[in-house]
């Protein structure tokens, strides 16, 4: 008597806990056919919580109510937990199902998805990226550091970290060590001190015309 085993198909929705901010380029409603790239930008511990605004404080969701990206950009708050030490390591999964529902949701050029970040989002952006490379054409982690291990999952993924010489709140020690790891197992990995900044190493990378045509040239095969 042969033995007929049921099958079922079940689809896992990820519920994210994530508040955020997204900014569409001025013409995403004019070019209806048009996809356009997605960066994600992660922020640093001085933003957590449950207001929004905090997450204006720096970088690209600053900057982006005075100029306009061509990119669409998500800008997430990381919650914080009374119960625990709340970090954006914390929210991996959770990034990973947002950048998803963003791209399912808006036009996205899944060929340019960037991250980048900055101190605590620095270290969630090696993080991110290292978890899921096949998902990010390039990543920009700026003051930040990590974990070394598996580092080789980031070979494929272009990088470019920045840090400050000066910086006495995350060592230049801590870029430097992704930096050799990820030059070690052959990755494509580039890393600019500015000599004189201490821990703000963001404000100058990010009014920098050169970084973003830099971003935006990266694109997953």
């Known amino acids: 008597m ?3 085993r049921l099958q079922k198909e ?3 929705t990820k519920q994210v806990e994530l508040s955020y901010l997204l900014s569409l380029p ?3 409603e004019e070019n209806q056919t048009a996809a356009y790239p997605l960066v ?3 922020h640093g511990m001085g933003e957590r919580g449950d207001d929004l605004n905090l997450v204006k404080q720096h970088g690209p969701p600053k900057l982006v109510e005075e100029r306009d990206y061509p990119f669409i950009l998500v800008s997430p708050q990381c919650p914080i937990d ?5 970090t954006w390591h914390l929210y991996m999964d959770d990034l990973n199902a947002l950048v998803d529902e963003i791209i399912e949701q808006y036009r996205v050029d899944k060929k340019r998805v960037y991250v980048t970040g900055l101190s605590m989002g620095g270290y ?3 993080d991110l ?3 899921n490379p096949e998902k990010f054409a390039a990543a920009a982690p700026i003051c930040g550091g990590g974990s070394t291990r598996q580092i080789e999952q980031l070979k494929d993924v272009p990088v470019w970290a920045f840090h400050g010489a000066k910086d006495d709140v995350v060592p230049v020690e801590e870029s430097e060590r992704m930096v050799e790891a990820l030059s070690e197992v052959g990755g494509n990995v580039k890393l600019t001190v500015y000599p004189d900044a201490n821990h703000d190493s963001w404000t100058e990378t990010y009014n920098n015309p050169k970084f973003y045509n830099w971003l935006l040239n990266q ?3």
């Open 219 to 221: 694109k997953k095969e």
């Open 129 to 131: 990226a290292k978890r």
């Open 82 to 86: 009374i119960q625990r030490y709340s």
């Open 124 to 126: 969630g952006t090696w």
């Open 26 to 28: 001025k013409d995403y």
């Open 10 to 12: 079940l689809t896992i």
């Open 2 to 4: 042969s033995e007929h």
């Open 40 to 42: 994600l930008f992660l």
